[in-house]
């Protein structure tokens, strides 16, 4: 056991296994207590804390990541499809092999991952989407002397850095203990994920750093949309009084004209006028802000989803026609998500959990998360129809379980295809032309010897086993085009041909024939 190191080459401690350490703590460096520093945002404020991440300070950039979501409708909406889309797929366990031992494993990681709580531990896992690293701490349990993950539980980015030498190995922000210095990850204790927009450091590899310049970009527009509105969306009022009016009357009525927006309501003395003048380019003004945050949201959609049709429903997008959607995700990168979390899962959290239970294992099982294709059932009923009888053996459980059939239980009611109305004149040819030869050889006693018995027993106990032999042989027959093609067939359907049964009782039947026929001798030549 205390040989045990993980991908990272660290080795096992066993004191840190079953306790938090990536958790926040009083007076340490990891509060939950986050900045702010979308607050008055601008470019080069925002250069400033790309730059910073770059070089190995990320705090500031995660604290960006996570408002960005919460400030932008838009932007939450379709991260949240894209990590759904992939968190509500179904887990499958392939075992590493038949050996008793690996389908046992196989089968407790299924127990395991059936649980309610697997979709939202993905959905949090996923959140290196968004940020490019996303980190998930396995909390332990030996309860019932076995090692088993509790429960996963997503750690806040703003608590990791990375190794200032490379840019990409992540670093505890604290340590353990939360007041010390920065420390690598304990082995098998966290499930580290991903996710790679595009090449290069895992920081830079997110969606929310391509976002964060449209966000910022969308943020300017909506504002002076805002101050647009409040200006132009109601009449400019202007007030009118008459010469000689007092100080105390053009008070009266700037107060009239400043509240009537509000209030809608104002009163002034006889002698003054208000009068409302109209921007004529309110209408054209709004829609230009109203088309650029539009802009701005669908170059969103494309990077984070791949397409724009099913998110905004606009005509001739990106997302209309040849490309396939599951819902509102591209195929290819909802594709790229599973495989990339499958991998993921295997790498920190199946192994590790095999290593700490059973030891190191020439094979693993492996986790696949993928969403069902779809057969083409009616498809796959016409090849079967066409290739059985030309010989090709293909298991039943096979098909059953593309049709999404049970194995029939012992004394189950089964669905049988109706008999062919020529099978039995077929099966009862051999034994009539068996019987006329008997006959012939009987001169005329074939109503009192022994070998029509033996004949009709023979066809009676043979018919069972020669039926479906014998309309396999007729379908090949009709199938092939000559005698080799016929012989091919016959060769490739029953290289090994279990005749040993059928041998059996033709072997009876001739002794009990041969001996009848003796017997027919003798009386023959006792009656003469």
């Not at 295997?346 to 969403?371: C, F, H, K, M, S």
Request: aromatic share 6%; glycine share 8%; net charge negative.
């Amino acid at each position: 056991m205390t040989g045990l190191v993980d991908h990272r080459g660290q080795p096992l401690r066993r004191e840190v296994m079953t306790r938090d350490v990536a958790g926040p703590s009083i007076g340490s460096v990891r509060s939950p207590i986050s900045g702010y520093p979308a607050d008055g945002m601008t470019p080069v404020r925002l250069a400033q804390i790309l730059r910073a991440a770059d070089m190995g300070s990320p705090l500031a950039y995660f604290e960006l990541a996570e408002q960005i979501e919460e400030r932008d409708l838009h932007y939450v909406g379709i991260m949240g499809t894209r990590k759904r889309s992939v968190a509500q797929i179904d887990v499958t366990v392939d075992a590493a092999s038949d050996k008793p031992l690996d389908v046992e494993i196989a089968d407790r990681m299924r127990r395991w991952i059936d649980r309610d709580e697997l979709a939202d531990e993905t959905f949090d896992i996923l959140d290196a989407v968004g940020k490019g690293d996303s980190f998930t701490e396995i909390i332990w349990d030996m309860s019932a002397g076995q090692w088993q993950p509790l429960r996963l539980e997503w750690r806040d980015p703003r608590w990791f850095t990375y190794d200032r030498k490379d840019g990409r190995t992540p670093l505890l922000r604290g340590g353990e203990s939360g007041i010390s210095a920065d420390s690598p990850l304990p082995a098998f204790k966290f499930i580290r994920h991903t996710v790679k927009a595009k090449s290069g450091l895992p920081v830079r590899s997110g969606l929310a750093r391509i976002a964060a310049w449209a966000w910022m970009f969308k943020a300017f527009t909506q504002r002076d949309w805002a101050i647009f509105t409040q200006t132009y969306g109601q009449p400019v009022r202007i007030g009118k009084f008459r010469a000689g009016a007092s100080s105390e009357d053009k008070n009266t009525l700037f107060r009239a004209v400043a509240n009537i927006a509000g209030d809608c309501a104002a009163i002034v003395p006889e002698g003054m006028s208000i009068e409302f003048i109209e921007s004529k380019n309110v209408g054209s003004g709004s829609d230009l802000y109203e088309k650029r945050s539009d802009w701005l949201d669908r170059q969103l959609s494309k990077a984070v989803l791949g397409q724009t049709g099913t998110t905004d429903t606009k005509s001739g997008g990106l997302g209309d026609g040849g490309n396939k959607v599951h819902g509102d995700v591209r195929e290819d990168i909802e594709t790229a998500d599973c495989k990339a979390l499958a991998a993921t899962l295997n790498r920190d959290l199946v192994r590790p959990w095999v290593d700490l239970e059973y030891g190191p294992q020439a094979a693993y099982p492996r986790l696949r998360i993928a969403r069902p294709k779809a057969e083409d059932v009616k498809g796959l009923v016409e090849a079967l129809q066409t290739l059985v009888p030309m010989g090709m053996r293909v298991q039943m459980s096979e098909v059953r379980d593309k049709f999404g059939l049970s194995d029939p239980d012992a004394n189950a009611e089964l669905l049988r295809a109706p008999a062919s109305p020529a099978t039995p004149d077929r099966l009862a040819q051999p034994s009539l032309s068996l019987v006329r030869a008997l006959q012939a050889a009987g001169a005329g006693k074939a109503a009192t010897i022994p070998a029509d018995a033996v004949a009709d027993r023979l066809n009676a106990e043979t018919a069972p086993d020669m039926a479906e032999l014998l309309e396999q042989i007729e379908a090949m027959m009709d199938a092939a085009g000559d005698l080799g093609e016929f012989r091919e067939m016959l060769l490739a359907a029953y290289p090994d041909l279990p005749i040993a049964r059928l041998a059996g009782k033709i072997g009876n039947s001739l002794v009990a024939a041969h001996a009848a026929g003796r017997f027919d001798i003798e009386e023959g030549a006792s009656d003469a």
